[in-house]
């Protein structure tokens, strides 16, 4: 009888279990409701600094919600946020219950927002625009609070129209300067015609996709919102979107290579992908934002507002085909950039160098690393210290004096890779400090005691140097082992993110929940100091295009303090016995540079523009403000030049690989222009050869 009671308990046990894993598919609102509750506790077991669930978390979910919800200001008005705002310190309470009352009153009042200005735009560009009135349009929407009513919405979404379609109008004109002389060309009535119907068009799409946007969407970028409340890097995943992850057109084939983001309402450019043909085109840049992008033969397509996936979906296509885009650069100028689509050339992101030197001058070295790569998944795959170590044994071999090592626009990648890097230029001894939550750091050291290259090491760096690139920088710093070159500080990304997925330990019914990616550690210098927000700062700061506008970790929101742990021991077996003569030699060469004058001036324009962010609708006004800033822009475009004295050669091993066909000879071509038109690399050359007097 004992034997049958187990029994009948084993298969109730088997069969409760079973119901709970298998049974029938929960609800939308208990599957949310496990969702936001799973998170929430991965976060405050595994986040390397979790905050509190409290009301000044409320706070920070309920202000970056609103601003991602309506970052250009265009929807709510003051009396939607004061509706809203009743739950300004709720939300801390209903996340932990699981409920999100918020989130629907939120959606429901954007919903009616966006009936109520759809009337609003349709209306405005059913007539013609009245374009010779003296007034101005605020291109900031950081600058602006919202509107006070729906009376002020609707002049507001005039304005804004008018901008728009003035933009049209002038870029049509532009156009028609250079048909041939007896061409018919359009006048500015028949022009603001066809951009108003252009525009009205636009928005008509727009507003058809906000309506389409799915509740698991919308939900998605809520849920961001409460995990980028503990720190920019940590992010929810829906379940379509993890593959998407570092969005994606570095993942296809074909495409322009470059990773974008979209908060809701712009979509940016996060980092362009070395060897794409973005890359190769030189003009687009981290930070830019696509307003419109335009198929080969067809009008430009406005994507403010557009899901992430719809614009990457525009803009990827076939191989050998072009695609426009529109974008607003970090300056606040717009640019019009025509790439053909290929396929991205992962050779280009490898380790590659170059001797280079000063007219009848010493060789030197120059590695260009975009990123430190490595291939865990093949046997002997890809890893850029085995690549390093490759380029200076070249280097050794042609007899180099010292070495200059670029990493500007390396955003990271192999930590055990950095540290094996380093490791080349030192003895053995500690590279970085890793320090878990609530544990001790734990200390990554080079193990080999030889040293590849003992000669002079110069390292350059720029605001978009980052993570990994921004250790290495680090320990050669600490060691004395190099002299930093470049902007005055590197990025600021001082942490590391872990995916983790929330099915685990959830019932099978209830899933695909997702992916969290947390952060987990933080990064610390041999010194004991963080690299989060302050970055590295260089040794010699040269002029550079942003140095007057603020940028790195510390411009986004939440973002880790800066901290500091105790150092550890190391020692400097090689030292810069001339460091402080070495920079006074490079501020007089910098400061006697017309080239570097000219780089500075144009940093402060860019400072001046982002700050002028109010345009003139007086058609004529706007006209001549944007032919003046043209022109400004043209000239500043033709800085670099090459540089006469500065002389460049492929190392010999790398001829036959480089003559194996045309495209391949096409590229070293034009990466020899580049570094020759370079007075970074040609100062960093300088340096190197005041540290060996």
């Known amino acids: 009888m004992r034997n049958i009671f187990f029994s009948i ?49 409320s706070e920070r979910v309920f202000d970056l919600y609103i601003k991602r919800l309506d970052g250009g200001k265009r929807f709510l008005t003051k009396n939607d ?63 602006v609070d919202f509107a006070a009513n729906d009376d002020e919405l609707k002049e507001r979404w005039r304005k804004m129209l008018e901008y728009r379609v003035i933009t049209k109008i002038s870029d049509k004109l532009d156009e028609q300067e250079n048909w041939p002389a007896d061409s018919v060309k359009s006048d500015v009535a028949q022009l603001e015609k066809e951009a108003r119907e252009k525009t009205l068009r636009d928005f008509k799409k727009w507003f058809k996709r906000l309506r389409k946007r799915k509740r698991w969407d919308n939900l998605s970028m809520f849920l961001n919102t409460i995990t980028n409340a503990f720190d920019p890097h940590t992010g929810y995943f829906k379940p379509i979107d993890k593959e998407n992850f570092d969005i994606g057109m570095s993942g296809a084939l074909e495409g322009i290579g470059a990773r974008l983001q979209s908060d809701g309402d712009k979509t940016t450019i996060v980092s362009i992908i070395v060897g794409g043909p973005a890359w190769k085109g030189k003009e687009l840049e981290a930070d830019d934002i696509i307003e419109f992008v335009q198929q080969e033969g067809e009008e430009p397509v406005d994507i403010s507002g557009w899901d992430i996936n719809d614009v990457v979906k525009i803009i990827r296509g076939k191989k050998g085909t072009k695609v426009t885009l529109y974008v607003r650069k970090k300056d606040g100028s717009t640019k019009k950039v025509t790439i053909v689509r290929d396929l991205v050339i992962t050779k280009e992101s490898f380790a590659k160098s170059l001797i280079i030197k000063d007219k009848g001058g010493d060789p030197y070295g120059y590695i260009k690393l975009p990123k430190f790569y490595v291939d865990f998944n093949r046997t002997n795959g890809t890893s850029s210290a085995v690549d390093m170590a ?46 878990p939550r609530y544990r001790k750091p734990r200390i990554l050291a080079d193990e080999d005691p030889e040293i590849l290259f003992d000669k002079p090491l110069v390292i350059l760096v720029n605001e978009f140097s980052a993570s990994a690139s921004e250790i290495l920088a680090a320990a050669m710093q600490d060691y004395d082992r190099a002299i930093i070159v470049g902007s005055e500080a590197t990025f600021g990304k001082g942490t590391v993110q872990s995916f983790l997925s929330l099915d685990r330990g959830v019932p099978k019914r209830v899933q695909p929940l997702g992916d969290l990616k947390l952060t987990i550690q933080k990064f610390y210098r041999i010194n004991g100091g963080s690299t989060q927000l302050r970055g590295v700062h260089s040794d010699i700061v040269l002029p550079d295009d942003f140095a007057y506008i603020e940028k790195g970790e510390r411009e986004m929101e939440f973002p880790l303090p800066w901290t500091q742990i105790d150092p550890v021991s190391y020692e400097k077996l090689y030292t ?7 920079m006074h030699k490079s501020a007089q060469r910098i400061a006697d540079n017309p080239v570097f004058a000219k780089i500075d001036e144009n940093a402060r324009r860019y400072k001046k523009l982002r700050d002028s962010s109010v345009v003139s609708l007086e058609f004529d006004s706007y006209r001549a403000f944007e032919r003046v800033q043209e022109e400004t822009s043209k000239m500043y475009e033709k800085i670099m030049t090459e540089i006469p004295d500065f002389e460049i050669h492929n190392l010999p091993e790398d001829m036959p690989e480089i003559q194996k066909d045309s495209a391949n000879i096409q590229r070293n071509e034009d990466w020899l222009k580049s570094v020759k038109k370079d007075p970074y690399i040609f100062e960093a050359l300088h340096i190197a050869e005041d540290i060996r007097m």
Do not use: C
Request: glycine share 6%; proline share 4%; hydrophobic share 40%.
């Open 81 to 143: 946020l004061r509706e809203l705002a009743k739950y300004r310190h709720l939300i801390d309470d209903e996340s932990v219950k699981g409920n999100f009352e918020f989130f629907n009153w939120s959606q429901a009042i954007f919903s009616n927002a966006i009936d109520k200005t759809e009337k609003y735009f349709e209306e405005i560009l059913s007539k013609p625009l009245q374009l010779t009135d003296e007034e101005y349009f605020e291109t900031d929407p950081d600058k």
């Open 576 to 582: 810069i016995k001339n460091k402080k003569e070495v």
């Open 9 to 57: 308990l084993t298969v109730l046990l088997l069969a409760s279990f079973l119901y709970k894993q298998y049974g029938p598919p929960v609800s939308q609102e208990e599957k949310e409701k496990i969702l936001i509750q799973t998170m929430l506790s991965r976060l405050e077991q595994l986040h390397f600094k979790p905050i509190d669930i409290d009301d000044k978390f």
């Open 390 to 435: 490759k380029e200076i044994n070249k280097l050794k071999k042609a007899g180099v004096k010292g070495i200059v090592l670029d990493l500007r626009n390396n955003g990271g990648g192999s930590l055990r890779d950095v540290v094996k890097i380093a490791g080349l230029f030192i003895p053995s001894g500690p590279v970085v400090q890793i320090k």
